[in-house]
């Protein structure tokens, strides 16, 4: 990959509305280029035979059997409601 520029930073610098100074601009600049050559190094590393993974770890979801139980019934479930109408909970209405 090709280096950053000074120019390279200014610009995305404008685009996300940051004001840098040059001497940031100079220093964001030889930042980004060592990050750049740290991350070009996993280019060198060979990976023909690993199989690509979606994770690190072998981990599948655990899920439990889907099964009926009982529940409340609806006076314990409508108990502690502030307002009830016909079974159900009265709430105020949000359309005019």
């Known amino acids: 990959m090709d ?15 940051l004001s840098v100074s040059e001497e940031e601009a100079e220093r964001f600049t030889e930042q980004l280029d060592k990050i750049i050559e740290f991350a070009e190094q996993l280019n060198e590393v060979d990976t023909d035979h690993i199989s ?36 159900q909970v009265k709430v105020p209405s949000v359309l005019e």
């Open 3 to 17: 280096k950053i520029t000074k120019e390279q930073v200014t610009h995305v610098a404008h685009l996300a509305r």
């Open 52 to 87: 690509p993974t979606s994770h690190v770890l072998d981990i599948h979801n655990v899920l439990r059997e889907d099964k009926t139980a009982p529940s409340l019934d609806r006076e314990e479930a409508l108990r502690n409601a502030p307002d009830q109408e016909n079974g």
